[in-house]
């Protein structure tokens, strides 16, 4: 199993930008995929983002298409979300995680992973 740490949550006005980061510790960081979720008050955790194990591939909720970018460091053994043009309707808390097992990225479902974070707090005021 991966360890997963997240940071860089925060409070933000509407289309401000913030950087979340997740450090991974554990398994080889290259041989796996992962992801970003969020959940929000009342709501199921849904998928934001996702990248393949070697970093070459990257996938986004429609919802946030254009406005975030998902990014990998073998090196560092870090996975970084970049969220621009924030809106208020992106408040949730956002849950790394790791060990992608599903076999279609456009359907990834918290189900597909093996490993998660414990969730660090974004909240867009307007």
């Known amino acids: 199993q991966v360890k997963l740490v997240e940071s860089g949550g925060g409070l933000v006005q509407a289309g401000g930008s913030l950087r979340l980061s997740c450090a991974a510790y554990?398994?080889?960081?290259?041989?796996?995929?992962l992801a970003w979720f969020r959940q929000a008050p009342g709501k199921e955790r849904e998928f934001v983002a996702g990248?393949?194990?070697?970093?070459?591939?990257?996938y986004y909720a429609d919802s946030v298409k254009g406005r975030f970018t998902i990014s990998k460091d073998n090196v560092k053994q870090t996975v970084n979300l970049q969220m621009n043009s924030l809106k208020p309707e992106d408040t949730a808390a956002y849950y790394c995680?790791?060990?992608?097992?599903?076999?279609?990225?456009?359907?990834?479902?918290?189900?597909?992973?093996?490993?998660w974070g414990q969730g660090t707090q974004v909240t867009v005021s307007s």
């Open positions: 995680a790791a060990e992608f097992l599903g076999r279609n990225w456009n359907e990834a479902h918290p189900r597909d992973f093996g490993s």
């Open positions: 554990g398994r080889t960081f290259s041989s796996y995929g």
């Open positions: 990248i393949s194990w070697s970093g070459e591939s990257s």
